[in-house]
């Protein structure tokens, strides 16, 4: 510390004392450090913290960094829990183009920003990327009139942030045509090409010309899914098998079924044809009418020639040289007329196909960057690329061929930037429900575990099975589906601010087939017609809340992330962090009948706080705080009268 005070980082050493001194015991402990990355993870070293991200390096002014010292996990084996025990998270302050509202002028910012990167299809990106985050699909579908709050612009520059990291803008924006079909793309399954759409139209003009319109196709390395479900969607008596080396592949397979409505005609499964009991494995299909497939084709020689990137190299690069886009206005089409995918070549630990032996490689890996969690991170990720949960649930005996290990580097290579392995996998635990992950949608924490299991007590201990209940700010729909999952009988009403919050607990509870005892909307609190948006289930017998609680002053001054985090919007409860609560509180008597209760999952002396709030409110009374595991005060139970 002393050679950090000579480098008159004394403000620096003041945080450091203040960390060892105070960590314990506080939630949230928001600092600004007017330092580089590298600094603050010399002081956060010295009390054994480590900095989630540090690309913010390349910006090099002031990272300020949120330490989240949740404490410990108190999961058993196979329960993932809350991953990071100290957690520590990176923002950038001067967030770009903050104060532009107008849309179109911040698609110019953006467009310009990227252009100066070299980020290919600037425009394309640019407008992609804002008019997913205003819920459309083209810019030319969102209103001229229309105005870019702060939160959306955020949401916006993250999104931005990761198409200058060159991620594909159909990893991005999550969705991508496939013809007239809009399928979800996640990296890393293959993104379909155009070329592909003609070879799909080439074999519906051959079914149709043959009559095989209620015949039976295979195909094979289905990726997202894209042939079969134009096929099928083009002949509604049409079967078909759809298989893939990958689990991710197939997952997107079936998601994208699922979502277009064509999963009872699609048999999905997992099946490498290196293997050799790919005919049975089929047997009860055969004999199919037609064979379809769009397989890997480069070869090896000329991926295995390429440049290695110049950041990290042992990245190479492999450009596919799609010519442009035949697509009308509407179709998004192919995005990159030279589209550069990273690939990883002479890769990391690539001749490593003992599992336990990648592990530690990569557990080192991560420590040498300074990764939180090193081990628990590789483990969870080579686990999720060999189709596990935990890494114990992989056979000893297991060995990771090339493509798997591919699979892992790219996965490992996100962490590595600092996502969070919940977005890397893709998916967390809530209690025993496994929740789908996407970025920018809040993860749940542990403490939110426990204020769930207070609301099931609650509901048990009142009768309220077969009862009503809201929660405001789903998220991933965490508490809502933990409280579907224990009573079957129950219904409820999940709301946020944001489609991708709501979108995903869609996803999530069409998964776990809760979807039918939840409905899901998308509402903004403030907007003012909250209360008619939800006439039509009022009232409830009670109502949930873990909304944004930290004080706007500990955020604003945040550099923007740079990574990919979680949405600004779920932290973010303003001037004393109380301003979603205030809100809930207000409505709260509209939603309720006299007796109903709400539930609240707050922070640090907020319990206080709303207990001094509501004193001389006639129609809510503050009945008792409730601690977590860390027993520190975090639940507040109010109760209409
Ligand atoms: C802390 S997260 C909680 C997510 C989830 N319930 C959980 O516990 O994992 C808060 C959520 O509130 C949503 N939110 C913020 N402001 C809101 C508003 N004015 N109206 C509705 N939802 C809001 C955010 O989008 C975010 O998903």
Same mark, same amino acid.
């Given at each position: 510390?002393?050679?950090?005070?000579?480098?008159?980082?004394?403000?620096?050493?003041?945080?450091?004392?203040?960390?060892?001194?105070?960590?314990?015991?506080?939630?949230?402990?928001?600092?600004?450090?007017?330092?580089?990355?590298?600094?603050?993870?010399?002081?956060?070293?010295?009390?054994?913290?480590?900095?989630?991200?540090?690309?913010?390096?390349?910006? $090099?002014?002031?990272?300020?960094?949120?330490?989240?010292?949740?404490?410990?996990?108190?999961?058993?084996?196979?329960?993932?829990?809350?991953?990071?025990?100290?957690?520590?998270?990176?923002?950038?302050?001067?967030?770009?183009?903050?104060?532009?509202?107008?849309?179109?002028?911040?698609? #110019?910012?953006?467009?310009?920003?990227?252009?100066?990167?070299?980020?290919?299809?600037?425009?394309?990106?640019? @407008?992609?990327?804002?008019?997913?985050?205003?819920?459309?699909?083209?810019?030319?579908?969102?209103?001229?009139?229309?105005?870019?709050?702060?939160?959306?612009?955020?949401?916006?520059?993250?999104?931005?942030?990761? $198409?200058?990291?060159?991620?594909?803008?159909?990893?991005?924006?999550? @969705?991508?045509?496939?013809?007239?079909?809009?399928?979800?793309?996640?990296?890393?399954?293959?993104?379909?090409?155009?070329?592909?759409?003609?070879?799909?139209?080439?074999?519906?003009?051959?079914?149709?010309?043959?009559?095989?319109?209620?015949?039976?196709?295979?195909?094979?390395?289905?990726?997202?899914?894209?042939?079969?479900?134009?096929?099928?969607?083009?002949?509604?008596?049409?079967?078909?098998?759809?298989?893939?080396?990958?689990?991710?592949?197939?997952?997107?397979?079936?998601?994208?079924?699922?979502?277009?409505?064509?999963?009872?005609?699609?048999?999905?499964?997992?099946?490498?044809?290196?293997?050799?009991?790919?005919?049975?494995?089929?047997?009860?299909?055969?004999?199919?009418?037609?064979?379809?497939?769009?397989p890997p084709y480069i070869p090896t020689l000329d991926i295995d020639n390429l440049e290695p990137e110049v950041e990290r190299n042992y990245w190479t690069?492999?450009?596919?040289?799609?010519?442009?886009?035949?697509?009308?206005?509407?179709?998004?089409?192919?995005?990159?007329?030279?589209?550069?995918?990273?690939?990883?070549?002479?890769?990391?630990?690539?001749?490593?196909?003992?599992? #336990?032996?990648?592990?530690?490689?990569?557990?080192?890996?991560?420590?040498?960057?300074?990764?939180?969690?090193?081990?628990?991170?590789?483990?969870?990720?080579?686990?999720?690329?060999?189709?596990?949960?935990?890494?114990? @649930?992989?056979?000893?005996?297991?060995?990771?061929?090339?493509?798997?290990?591919?699979?892992?580097?790219?996965?490992?290579? $996100?962490?590595?930037?600092?996502? *969070?392995?919940?977005?890397?996998?893709?998916?967390?635990?809530?209690?025993?429900?496994?929740? #789908?992950?996407?970025? *920018?949608?809040?993860?749940?924490?542990?403490?939110?575990?426990?204020?769930?299991?207070?609301?099931?007590?609650?509901?048990?201990?009142?009768?309220?099975?077969?009862?009503?209940?809201?929660?405001?700010?789903?998220?991933?729909?965490?508490?809502?589906?933990?409280?579907?999952?224990?009573?079957?009988?129950?219904?409820?009403?999940?709301?946020? #601010?944001?489609?991708?919050?709501?979108?995903?607990?869609?996803?999530?509870?069409?998964?776990?087939?809760?979807?039918?005892?939840?409905?899901?909307?998308?509402?903004?609190?403030?907007?003012?017609?909250?209360?008619?948006?939800?006439?039509?289930?009022?009232?409830?017998?009670?109502?949930?809340?873990?909304? *944004?609680?930290?004080?706007?002053?500990?955020?604003?001054?945040? @550099?923007?992330?740079?990574?990919?985090?979680?949405?600004?919007?779920?932290?973010?409860?303003?001037?004393?962090?109380?301003?979603?609560?205030?809100?809930?509180?207000?409505?709260?008597?509209?939603?309720?009948?006299?007796?109903?209760?709400?539930?609240?999952?707050?922070?640090?002396?907020?319990?206080?706080?709303?207990?001094?709030?509501?004193?001389?409110?006639?129609?809510?009374?503050?009945?008792?705080?409730?601690?977590?595991?860390?027993?520190?005060?975090?639940?507040?139970?109010?109760?209409?009268?």
């Amino acid at each position: 510390m002393k050679s950090l005070q000579r480098q008159g980082c004394y403000k620096l050493h003041q945080i450091t004392k203040f960390i060892t001194g105070n960590i314990i015991g506080h939630p949230y402990l928001l600092i600004k450090a007017k330092k580089s990355t590298r600094i603050i993870n010399h002081c956060l070293s010295e009390v054994s913290i480590r900095t989630v991200s540090t690309a913010s390096i390349h910006h $090099r002014k002031y990272v300020t960094v949120l330490l989240s010292a949740i404490q410990g996990t108190k999961y058993s084996n196979g329960h993932r829990g809350w991953l990071f025990k100290q957690s520590v998270k990176l923002f950038s302050t001067d967030t770009m183009c903050e104060n532009q509202s107008d849309v179109k002028e911040l698609s #110019k910012l953006w467009t310009k920003k990227f252009e100066e990167i070299g980020v290919s299809e600037p425009q394309t990106s640019a @407008e992609l990327i804002i008019a997913h985050a205003l819920g459309k699909k083209m810019m030319h579908e969102v209103p001229t009139e229309y105005t870019v709050d702060l939160s959306t612009n955020l949401v916006i520059q993250e999104l931005c942030q990761r $198409r200058l990291q060159r991620v594909p803008v159909q990893y991005i924006i999550g @969705e991508w045509d496939f013809h007239d079909l809009v399928l979800k793309m996640k990296e890393p399954v293959f993104i379909p090409r155009p070329e592909t759409e003609e070879l799909a139209d080439f074999v519906c003009d051959y079914i149709r010309s043959n009559n095989l319109q209620n015949g039976k196709f295979l195909d094979i390395g289905c990726g997202s899914g894209a042939i079969s479900l134009h096929v099928l969607n083009s002949f509604k008596t049409i079967t078909g098998v759809a298989i893939d080396k990958h689990n991710h592949a197939c997952d997107l397979t079936k998601e994208n079924a699922r979502n277009l409505g064509l999963n009872k005609r699609l048999n999905v499964y997992q099946i490498d044809i290196f293997q050799k009991d790919t005919v049975e494995k089929l047997q009860e299909y055969l004999p199919f009418d037609v064979v379809i497939s769009n397989p890997p084709y480069i070869p090896t020689l000329d991926i295995d020639n390429l440049e290695p990137e110049v950041e990290r190299n042992y990245w190479t690069v492999l450009l596919s040289t799609i010519q442009g886009t035949k697509y009308s206005d509407g179709h998004r089409g192919w995005l990159n007329k030279q589209s550069v995918k990273l690939l990883s070549t002479g890769t990391l630990f690539e001749n490593q196909s003992d599992v #336990k032996e990648l592990s530690k490689l990569w557990t080192k890996k991560f420590e040498e960057e300074g990764v939180s969690e090193p081990q628990t991170s590789a483990e969870l990720i080579i686990a999720h690329a060999l189709g596990k949960k935990m890494l114990h @649930e992989v056979s000893p005996e297991c060995t990771v061929d090339l493509s798997t290990n591919l699979v892992i580097q790219e996965l490992c290579q $996100r962490r590595l930037q600092r996502v *969070p392995v919940q977005y890397v996998i893709g998916e967390w635990d809530f209690h025993d429900l496994v929740l #789908k992950m996407k970025e *920018p949608v809040f993860i749940p924490r542990p403490e939110t575990e426990e204020l769930a299991d207070f609301v099931c007590d609650y509901i048990k201990s009142k009768n309220l099975q077969n009862g009503k209940f809201l929660d405001i700010g789903c998220g991933s729909g965490a508490i809502s589906l933990h409280i579907l999952n224990s009573f079957k009988t129950i219904t409820g009403v999940a709301i946020d #601010k944001h489609n991708h919050a709501c979108d995903l607990t869609k996803e999530n509870a069409r998964n776990l087939e809760l979807n039918k005892q939840l409905n899901v909307h998308q509402i903004d609190i403030f907007q003012k017609d909250t209360v008619a948006k939800l006439q039509e289930y009022l009232p409830f017998d009670v109502v949930i809340s873990n909304p *944004p609680y930290i004080p706007t002053l500990d955020i604003d001054n945040l @550099e923007p992330e740079v990574e990919r985090y979680e949405s600004r919007d779920a932290l973010n409860g303003g001037k004393d962090g109380l301003d979603v609560v205030r809100q809930i509180l207000y409505l709260a008597p509209q939603f309720l009948s006299v007796g109903g209760q709400i539930w609240l999952e707050v922070y640090l002396d907020e319990p206080e706080m709303i207990k001094e709030l509501v004193k001389e409110n006639k129609s809510i009374k503050y009945l008792t705080t409730l601690k977590d595991f860390t027993k520190r005060d975090r639940f507040c139970v109010l109760q209409v009268q």
